[in-house]
């Protein structure tokens, strides 16, 4: 499915204040997913509005940045990886699945083992590979 995918790292985001993505290009593949508030990104030159469900993929080299200023609460999963080769099997670059509690399950679990020693590597993989499976299963109900 996914041949040589490696986890780098994640996250999740909270501001209680007023707060704006900052300008940038990187050079992983990002995924984020919006928990609560709003967030405005301008990825591959389109204007988008995350709010609570909402997944984003950015893909590498890709210049992403906040065109407008968040002033409630916004809290999001990030998570950072690399394809060693285009895959078919991502999930669109935006969408809104029906039900996200399984992929901000899965989130919560690579966070938790990234940051508690004694767990390979490998899980991380393992557990961003279940979570494109999960959002390409999600995008394709919600085009439904």
Not at 72 to 95: A, C, M, Q, R
Request: with cysteine; hydrophobic share 35%.
């Amino acid at each position: 499915m996914y041949n040589s995918l490696k986890y780098i790292h994640g996250g999740k985001f909270i501001s209680n204040s007023v707060w704006i993505h900052p300008d940038r290009v990187i050079d992983s593949n990002e995924i984020i997913i919006m928990i609560k508030g709003t967030a405005y990104i301008n990825a591959n030159g389109k204007n988008r509005i995350l709010t609570a469900g909402d997944v984003l993929r950015i893909d590498p080299g890709t210049r992403h940045f906040g065109y407008k200023t968040s002033d409630n609460v916004t809290s999001f999963y990030w998570l950072h990886f690399l394809l060693g080769d285009k895959s078919d099997h991502l999930p669109p670059e935006f969408f809104t699945p029906e039900d996200s509690y399984q992929a901000e399950l899965i989130c919560r679990q690579i966070i938790h083992f990234e940051r508690t020693d004694g767990y390979p590597d490998d899980v991380c993989n393992l557990l961003m590979h279940v979570l494109l499976a999960e959002l390409c299963f999600q995008s394709r109900s919600a085009g439904d």
